[in-house]
Every structure is written in C-alpha cells, then in structure tokens.
C-alpha cells in the first residue's frame, strides 16, 4: 500500500483517559502509521486526558516523524509494569491507606489527608524524561503541530482546564465549566492530566491544584474543535456494545471496590461517547439546512472516526489479575474488588501481559478497518 496523500483539513487525534487502558491507544496509532505511511504526522491537532494526555503529548512531540513516534510508545509502553506508574511496596501503600482511614475516623479532630492511595513518584519521573520539551517547540515552529491540549480538572475553580500550545491565531476560550489556556506545556501538565481522584494526590500548577483531566470535561471534543479542527479522530478504550446482561444467580450489593471501577467507568468513556454523539447529532442537523441558513450558524460539520475496541476488555484483564503487584492485589481484596468483573484490574494493570494483549487488540480491531481509514484520510 502507497503512502497516503494528507487531507488539507486540519485533522485532530482525541485520546480519552483510561489508566492501563491506554495501552489499546498504542496499538491503534502503530497500525494508522501502518497504514497512511505518513512521515509528518497525520494529526495536526492533537488532544489528550488522563493516560490519553500522555499519549498525546508523545504524538505531538515527535510529529516530525509519525512512525519513530508510534515505535517508541509501543516500546515504552512494552516495558511498563505497575511500579513504572506508583509506588507498589506494600509499605507505601499501607502508609497511604492508613492515613485516609485516619482521616475519616478523626477528621473531626483537625487530621486531614491530601493524598491518594497511590503514590505517583515513579510516574512523574518517567514524565520528567520523557518529555521533550524542544521537540514540542521544533514541531510547531515546523508547522509538523498546529496545536497540542492537554485537560487537566481545577480543583479551585471547579472547571476543565485545556492547556494548549500552538500557533498564535488560536485564542484562549471560556465556556460552561471548561476553558482554554494557552501555557507552555511541561511534564507538570501532564501529570496533572493523569492524577486520578482518590488514587493519586492533586498536582499543584502555579497557584492552583489540578486532578485527572476526565473528572471535569464534559466536553472532550472542545478542545481539537477551539484549536481548528475540521476532522477529528477519536480513540477510546471501551467497545461500545451494551453491558451484559445480569447474571442468572442473582444480584448483590456492590462493593466499594466494584462501584469504583464503575465510576472509572463513567469517568472516562461516558462523556466521550455522547459528546461523540451529539457531533453527529449537530452534523445532521447542519446537512439538513440550506446554505442560506448554514451561513447564519456559527456551527460547522466537522467529519468524525471513531474507533474502540472491539471486544470488552476486562476479558483481556481477568485471565492476567495475578500479573498485578501483592500489595495491590491486597488492597484491591480489602476492596471488595478482586477476582469480580475485572473492570478495576483492567484501569490498574499496567503489566506486560496485559499490556501487550491491549496493543494487539489495538493493532488488529484497526487494521480490520483501514478502508475507513484511508477513506478518513484522504481528500
């Protein structure tokens, strides 16, 4: 298959939060560099959160070269194993776990806790060198990158953050609970996308806090349409099919541990699937009006992919749950949550494994699509 010829449209890449999930991210890129054969990145825009944000910030870095950037995530993310992400001793954890029952047990006294349960040292130092900040610079100046957003929550305002960078006509924007704001990104912003409420402890940015960047967007598509997106490829991390049916021997109560890896759920899938849909829903809508009435609009079609995996993943989790770190295992135990459904090992698990089977689930469900690809694609 010959190299693609690049649409002109401003074409933006959404990568959507997830935890271990983001491994299914990887697997998809590699197989569009397969499949386009681009140099130059096919995404001029390109927008992440949570785990997507780090993704993202890959993507966009080394936009001058799409295929050396999708070999060096699926090398990076080969090589990871829990402790790559947190801390996973059995002390740090106990510490950590002990200081938020603490709290809630005497908190009336004055004892506050401002932590998680995890703790992300090792993260943010995988972060620290990782991130090429020069690069990012190089790219844009190129014209390789017109924009990349990175969405963190504010914790003191109560709103989604969309920290971008890119050329100068792109132009701060302030909407119900969410804003753009141009910064130079820095390792900080990611880390601040990906600090997950509860697990991890908030991120301090300039004067304000920040957590994980799906707790707040209600509107993940917001920032790639604010920096000029007119195609916009999404990447998530759940199938879309249905939930199974309840099962046959009877229901019980949720553990904490199970609603948990369902409000993980909600946190990073349900907001993308309908802002997703309501694109689609304002696509039509704009297709129907004739071109008098298409001028009066500030709305415009924007053309959307979206791609997910084609089979549920917490069946890729269960059979791996062993892989996860003693400690962790304990604590997930302590939960309620192990050995259930699989939906909190498949957000934690960030072992090879696992890992690997999410990449090839990525690499496969995409390349089973490349006529819609490439149709994607082209002009």
Same mark, same amino acid.
């Given at each position: ?17 997830? +935890?271990?999930?983001?491994?299914? =991210?990887? +697997? ?34 080394? @936009? ?7 070999? =060096? $995530?699926?090398?990076?993310?080969? !090589? ?28 009336? $006294?004055?004892?506050?806790?401002? %932590? ?14 990782? &991130?090429?900040?020069?690069? $990012?610079? *190089?790219?844009?100046?190129? %014209? ?30 302030? *909407?119900?609970?969410?804003? +753009?704001?141009?910064?130079?990104? /820095? ?25 994980? /960047? ?36 009877? @229901? ?7 609603? !948990?890896? =369902? ?46 995996? @084609? ?22 135990? @302590?939960? /309620? ?25 990525? =690499?496969?469900?995409?390349?089973? *699509? ?6 994607? &694609?082209?002009?």
């Amino acid at each position: 298959m010959g190299r693609l010829k690049p649409a002109s449209e401003k074409t933006a890449l959404i990568l959507q939060g997830g +935890g271990a999930r983001g491994a299914y =991210h990887v +697997g998809t890129l590699k197989a569009i560099a397969e499949i386009t054969k681009a140099r130059i990145s096919p995404f001029h825009i390109v927008c992440g959160s949570s785990v997507g944000a780090i993704n993202a910030a890959s993507i966009a870095v080394m @936009s001058r070269d799409f295929q050396a950037a999708t070999r =060096h $995530l699926e090398t990076l993310w080969r !090589a990871l194993h829990c402790d790559s992400i947190y801390e996973t001793g059995g002390l740090p954890l106990f510490v950590n776990s002990s200081r938020w029952a603490a709290t809630m047990m005497f908190g009336f $006294l004055g004892l506050r806790s401002t %932590g998680g349960f995890l703790d992300y040292a090792p993260l943010r130092r995988l972060l620290e060198s990782e &991130f090429n900040r020069p690069q $990012l610079e *190089r790219a844009i100046k190129t %014209g390789a990158l017109h924009a990349l957003a990175i969405t963190a929550s504010s914790y003191d305002q109560g709103n989604a953050v969309s920290f971008y960078e890119g050329v100068d006509e792109i132009r701060d924007w302030t *909407r119900a609970r969410r804003m +753009g704001r141009r910064t130079k990104i /820095g390792p900080e912003h990611l880390l601040a996308s990906s600090a997950l409420s509860f697990a991890f402890p908030p991120v301090r940015i300039e004067n304000e806090y920040f957590g994980d /960047g799906a707790l707040r967007s209600n509107s993940p598509l917001s920032p790639a349409i604010h920096t000029g997106a007119e195609r916009i490829l999404v990447i998530g991390t759940r199938d879309t099919k249905h939930e199974r049916p309840p099962d046959d021997t009877g @229901s019980h109560p949720p553990t904490f541990g199970e609603v !948990a890896g =369902h409000a993980l759920d909600i946190l990073f899938n349900d907001n993308l699937e309908l802002d997703y849909e309501r694109m689609e829903r304002i696509n039509k809508t704009l297709s129907l009006l004739t071109d008098e009435a298409r001028k009066k609009t500030p709305l415009k079609p924007i053309r959307p992919l979206l791609l997910t995996p @084609s089979q549920d993943v917490r069946d890729l989790a269960r059979p791996h749950a062993q892989d996860l770190p003693r400690a962790v295992r304990i604590l997930m135990r @302590s939960a /309620g949550a192990w050995r259930k459904d699989g939906r909190l090992e498949s957000y934690l698990m960030f072992e090879p494994a696992y890992v690997g089977s999410l990449i090839d689930l990525g =690499h496969a469900d995409t390349l089973a *699509r490349a006529d819609e690809i490439e149709a994607f &694609f082209v002009n």
